[in-house]
């Protein structure tokens, strides 16, 4: 037996288990918001807006999450605004729900699913938030 088995086989497990933590957010840039709306039966957030400022706070804030989380742990809305972003030379869609749930979406199909639940203030109004603290 050589002396890298058991960390192998530990991040196998945790990966097998789903106990490995998603890999983290990359760098983003130019926020753009291109469409908003709901789903059917959510007329009553069709005020819900963020703006590309907005957006930009929200990634920073958010944290990738399994699909199990997502389900568990934040509302799924029917609230949404749509847009696109930069991530090096690669332009991603995404998705923002008013829940606190994201969706980022590469050019090949790739999913990544993303919430944050330090967003309220940024979710509940047209407001512009407060600048982050650097």
Sequence with gaps: MNGLCPPVCLALL???SGCANP?????????????????????FCSDFRLTPS???VFFER??????????????HLPCWVRGSVRVGQDVLAWEVRAGGTARLISSDGN????????????LRGNEEPPLPRR
């Design 14 to 16: 945790l990966a097998a």
């Design 23 to 43: 890999p983290p957010t990359p760098h983003m840039s130019d926020h753009q918001v291109t469409a908003r709306g709901y789903d059917s039966g959510g007329e």
């Design 54 to 56: 907005q957006a930009r």
């Design 62 to 75: 958010a944290r990738p999450v399994s699909a199990a989380e997502l389900h568990d742990r934040f509302n």
């Design 111 to 122: 999913v990544r699913l993303l919430a944050c639940s330090t967003c309220n203030d940024l």
